[in-house]
């Protein structure tokens, strides 16, 4: 079944619209994204419509999250394919504002959630969840959504955002999706598309790795130190891939632990050239 999503680009006609809805009671679902959406998006899309009656599906490639090494103009972009797609999965609305709409030229207020962007990805890229926070505090002031719809292979940028939620008392629900995967396990990305045959080829060494540190603490291991062993065994196994991090944290706070207690997120990113790919599981000891 296919459907339909009204494009607005402009913060007056989203605001308009949105309006109207909240007015004849309606709920909004709101799901942010940098376009180039794939299974994992859609999955957030369907979610939303499940449960909102108004769903809005943001589209802009935000200039503020990307370090100075990393190729904003390379990022993909193809506003009628997006629209298209976000349509059949259950969007209303789409709203994919022009960077000049989203920051003045003279843009001078950041929002920053310290402590929980130090480590994983945020220590090898520097500003970036900077970036993210004020871009999504911006959507929400913009659309008010009731509720908000991330995916958990981002655990870092969901941890980050539901602490910037909680700490800006902010009227939004947070709604955690399960990571969608292809058949052989690789964690469903925009950059996945980047891989060569032989890299892609590789690239599900990231799970299998995450799956076997599962399968250990199943067993009953708890030693950080020896399931980070294993993890890189496994990688190991895609030598084309270079090891970002290994890291096993509190799935609450993100703090690094020695040995494995309650609910823990185990992490990793490996990059294959210059497509990086992150990628987790959660875990109970």
């Known amino acids: 079944m296919s459907g339909s999503s009204v494009c607005l680009p402009t913060i007056s006609e989203i605001r308009a619209a949105l309006d109207e809805a909240r007015g ?3 709920r909004v679902g709101m799901v942010p994204t940098m376009g180039a959406l794939h299974e994992g998006h859609l999955s957030l899309i369907r979610a939303a419509r499940v449960e909102d009656q108004v769903v809005v599906v ?22 009628a394919r997006d629209c298209r797609l976000a349509g059949d999965a259950g969007a209303d609305l789409v709203f994919n504002p022009s960077v000049s709409e989203m920051y003045a030229e003279d843009h001078a207020t950041w929002v920053e959630v310290e402590g929980l962007t130090d480590g994983l990805c945020g220590r090898t890229r520097p500003g970036h969840f900077r970036g ?19 995916g958990e292979k981002d655990a870092q940028q969901l941890a980050v955002i539901k ?17 969608i995967r292809e058949p052989d396990g690789l964690a469903v990305s925009s950059r996945n598309v980047r891989l060569k045959p032989a890299q892609r080829e590789q690239a599900p060494a990231l799970y299998r790795a995450l799956t076997a540190a599962q399968a250990a603490v199943a067993a009953g291991e708890t030693d950080v130190a020896a399931i980070d062993s294993l993890i890189r065994t496994v990688l190991a196994q895609a030598p084309l891939g270079e ?36 990628d987790n599981l959660r875990v109970k000891a």
């Not at 802009?60 to 972009?77: H, I, M």
């Not at 993210?132 to 991330?150: M, N």
């Not at 939620?165 to 709604?175: A, F, K, Q, T």
Request: hydrophobic fraction near 45%; aromatic fraction near 8%; glycine fraction near 4%.
């Open 132 to 150: 993210v926070c004020t871009v999504v505090a911006k959507l929400f002031a913009i659309c008010q959504p009731d509720r908000a719809y991330f």
């Open 58 to 79: 943001s589209i802009f490639v935000n200039p503020t999250q990307f370090g100075p090494s990393e190729d904003l103009a390379k990022y993909p972009r193809d506003l």
């Open 24 to 26: 004849r009671g309606r």
């Open 243 to 278: 090891v970002d991090y290994v890291e096993v944290v509190r799935a609450d706070d993100l703090k690094p632990v020695t040995t494995m207690a309650g609910e823990c997120l185990i992490a990793l990113a490996v990059s294959f050239g210059d497509v990086r790919l992150i």
């Open 163 to 179: 602490r910037m939620v909680r700490d800006l008392n902010m009227r939004v629900e947070i709604v955690p999706c399960s990571t």
